[in-house]
C-alpha cells in the first residue's frame, strides 16, 4: 500500500514538474543561428574573425576561444605572483522572441569580449609604468539588439591607441 501512494505521488509531482511555468513547452522554442563576425583594421589592413552560435530561443549559449595567459605581478614582499588573464574572443547571448513589438522581431541579448596584448614597440604612446610588464587591448559590447530573421546589427568602435577600427555584424537566421 505505502508502495503504490509513493509510486502515485511521484507521478503527480513529475507531471506537476514538466507543465510548471519556467520549463520549456512543445514548439514555443525555435532554432536559431547567431553570426558574429569581428573585423579590426585600418584602411585595406583588415582581419576578420566569423563566429557562429547555433542555440534556441529562449537559451543561452557562451563560445569562448583564446587562452589564459599567466600574468607575474611583485607583490609587497618581492615575490612574484601569476593571476591567470584571458586572452581571445568570449561570446554570451541569448534570444527571445520580443513582446509588445511587430511580430518576427527577438531580443537578442550578447556580450562580445576581444581581449589581445598589445605589443610594446608597436605602440609606443601607450603610458606604461614598467615597460615588461604586457598591455591589454580590450574591445568588450554587452546589450540588447532587436533583430528579424536575416537582420545584421553593427557595432562600431575606435582603439584610442592604435587608432584601429573594430566592428562587430550581429546577424540572427531562423531554422526552419
Known sequence: MRRRVRWILGSALVALAATAPGFPQGSSSVPLTIQVVLTKGEGDKKVRLPYFLTSSSGE?????????????????????????????????????????????????????????????????????????????????????????????????????VSNETWRADVTLSLKK
Open 60 to 160: 543561452t549559449t557562451s563560445l569562448r576561444t583564446g587562452a589564459e595567459v599567466p600574468i607575474g605581478t611583485t607583490g609587497p614582499d618581492g615575490l612574484i605572483r601569476f593571476t591567470l588573464q584571458q586572452f581571445g574572443t568570449q561570446i554570451d547571448s541569448r534570444v527571445t522572441a520580443s513582446e509588445g513589438v511587430a511580430e518576427g522581431r527577438y531580443k537578442v541579448q550578447i556580450t562580445i569580449t576581444k581581449r589581445d596584448a598589445y605589443d610594446a614597440n608597436s605602440a609606443p604612446s601607450i603610458p606604461q609604468g614598467d615597460p615588461s610588464r604586457p598591455i591589454f587591448n580590450n574591445f568588450v559590447f554587452a546589450g540588447t539588439l532587436l533583430l528579424g530573421n536575416g537582420e545584421t546589427a553593427q557595432i562600431v568602435a575606435t582603439d584610442m
